[in-house]
């Protein structure tokens, strides 16, 4: 079965950089779309980015646009989010998620697949 596990999280300050890998197995990933979800305390879970396995085309929410990269590694199974400027409102988990498809899909609701999550805390 599809697994994903999210690593790369912790506690930065304002302006930093993180890099998140999200190791994915179980299948062959051709073909899906590869998203960063982010959930804050007391918010929805929200859209970050999203990859094309195949091919590498990108897609960003507009907080995040010209700061955070979304890229695959098609080689070793792994989605990279490289986090760059980092502000106190990135602070959240984030999730890493695999749906077959090519929409550029946004609601975290398509997604049937997903991992375990990891912190991401910036301090201001």
């Known amino acids: 079965q599809v697994q994903l596990v999210e690593s790369g999280g912790g506690l930065v300050q304002a302006g930093d950089s993180l890099r998140l890998s999200c190791a994915a197995s179980?299948?062959?990933?051709?073909?899906?779309?590869m998203g960063w979800f982010r959930q804050a305390p007391g918010k929805e879970r929200e859209f970050v980015a999203v990859?094309?396995?195949?091919?590498?085309?990108?897609y960003y929410a507009d907080p995040v646009k010209g700061r955070f990269t979304i890229s695959a590694d098609n080689g070793k199974n792994t989605v990279y989010l490289q986090m760059n400027s980092l502000k106190p409102e990135d602070t959240a988990v984030y999730y890493c998620a695999a749906r077959y498809g090519s929409a550029w899909t946004v609601n975290p609701q398509s997604y049937p697949y997903w991992g375990q999550g990891t912190q991401v805390t910036v301090s201001s």
């Open positions: 179980g299948r062959n990933f051709n073909g899906f779309e």
């Open positions: 990859v094309k396995w195949s091919g590498g085309d990108t």
